[in-house]
DNA sequence: ACGATCGATGACAGCGACTGCCATCAGCGT
DNA sequence: ACGCTGATGGCAGTCGCTGTCATCGATCGT
């Protein structure tokens, strides 16, 4: 038996989730949720680089899926349809748990500052997209600007998945904006 | 003659332009601000929401011509002309002041706390669009999904604008970045 | 088995952003 | 002259976040 209770990361993880939907972010203080986690304020900034990373700590994993998933995408497919591709596979990969992203949204929904960050965390994201189509040959400003329409894509079609009572296919929803930016930039 | 010299704001404004490219953002303190503008920390906080706020005061005017462009845009043009049309309108203005353009994106450019407030002021253009395009009759998704592509696109030529040693057309490089995103979405 | 080392944590001081509250004081209207 | 207003100063306080040092089981080398 360690000297500490294991999962110290996840506890704080745990812990401010449940404050910040209790109370709402800006009214949680770091003490009070190491206190819950059992831990001290120094200690969740050990494990977090700041208040509002603890809601981002999946960032990585799906920027990874997504990079991976342009990658091995199918050569004959153009850049949109590789990033479409990726987009699929990262929205399948938040459909697992959409309980949870749910929650989750609701608490960075109600946040500016939590808002602000999950912005950075999409840019984040189109610059890792928009690397990937350059390493499929994709020149720019062609690889910058698919990245950047995928991303908007992803944003519009998890907005609707998220707010739909009726639980859809987020994949499908990806798929049927990506239809309808197609259908809008082509003039309608 | 006043109690105090005129044009607080803009004093306070300056100093921190000032101070921010001479030390960069984090490396300079809100009261070194005000000294340097002749006032108090306390004062600066009744002119500016929080120490980043000094470097967008002018994104609400551009939302505002950005929205009004759109609104007299002729009916016959489609969600993207008009969206295009607002956004070349913006364009111009910027280029007004391209030199202050360009050091105030680099001292955002060096700050990740600067750029998530570039972000949310580029989500807020966004929704502002979408509304104005909205009110044009278009329907959603199509709306949310022109005004975060048009933002993509805007974000993309704001970014070669900015770079390009050889003055370009501001303007110019909106439409050609759209008609990028036209061929690409069309699948090449 | 024993001592050196390590790694996760606690404890504490300190800085800087931001807020609330009250005081000050020239100008302005009555 | 008198009181009100509006911009500012001064000050205390909270909270996010950091640097530094101490603590003490666990682990490794011998």
């Given at each position: 038996?360690?000297?500490?209770?294991?999962?110290a990361?996840?506890?704080?993880?745990?812990?401010?989730?449940?404050?910040?939907?209790?109370?709402?972010?800006?009214?949680?203080?770091?003490?009070?949720?190491?206190a819950?986690?059992?831990l001290?304020?120094?200690t969740?900034?050990?494990?977090?680089?700041?208040k509002?990373?603890v809601?981002f700590?999946g960032a990585?994993?799906?920027?990874e899926?997504?990079?991976?998933?342009?990658?091995?995408?199918?050569?004959?497919?153009?850049?949109?349809d590789?990033?479409?591709?990726g987009?699929?596979?990262?929205?399948?990969l938040?459909?697992?748990?959409?309980?949870?992203?749910?929650?989750?949204?609701?608490?960075?929904?109600?946040?500016a500052?939590?808002?602000?960050?999950?912005?950075?965390?999409?840019?984040?994201l189109?610059?890792?997209?928009?690397e990937?189509?350059r390493?499929?040959?994709v020149?720019?400003?062609?690889?910058?600007l698919?990245?950047?329409?995928?991303?908007?894509?992803?944003?519009?079609?998890?907005?609707?998945?998220?707010?739909?009572?009726?639980?859809?296919?987020?994949p499908?929803?990806?798929?049927?904006?990506?239809?309808?930016?197609?259908a809008v930039?082509?003039?309608?």
């Open positions: 038996m360690g000297r500490w209770e294991p999962n990361r996840g506890r704080l993880a745990q812990a401010a989730f449940a404050l910040y939907g209790e109370r709402g972010f800006e009214q949680t203080t770091v003490a009070e949720i190491a819950r986690a059992g001290t304020e120094r969740f900034f050990r494990h977090f680089a700041d509002r990373e809601l700590a990585d994993a799906l920027r899926l997504l990079v991976d998933t342009v990658a091995k995408a199918p050569m004959p497919l153009g850049p949109i590789a990033a479409a591709a987009l699929e596979a990262a929205g399948a938040l459909q697992e748990s959409r309980e949870l992203a749910q929650q989750r949204q609701a608490i960075i929904a109600a946040s500052e939590l808002r602000e960050r999950e912005l950075i965390k999409l840019a984040s189109a610059a890792a997209l928009a990937a189509l390493q499929r040959g020149r720019d400003p062609a690889a910058s698919t990245a950047e329409a995928g991303i908007a894509v992803f944003k519009v079609a998890f907005e609707r998945w998220v707010q739909e009572t009726n639980q859809q296919d987020f499908r929803l990806i798929q049927e904006s990506l239809d309808e930016l197609k930039t082509a003039g309608r």
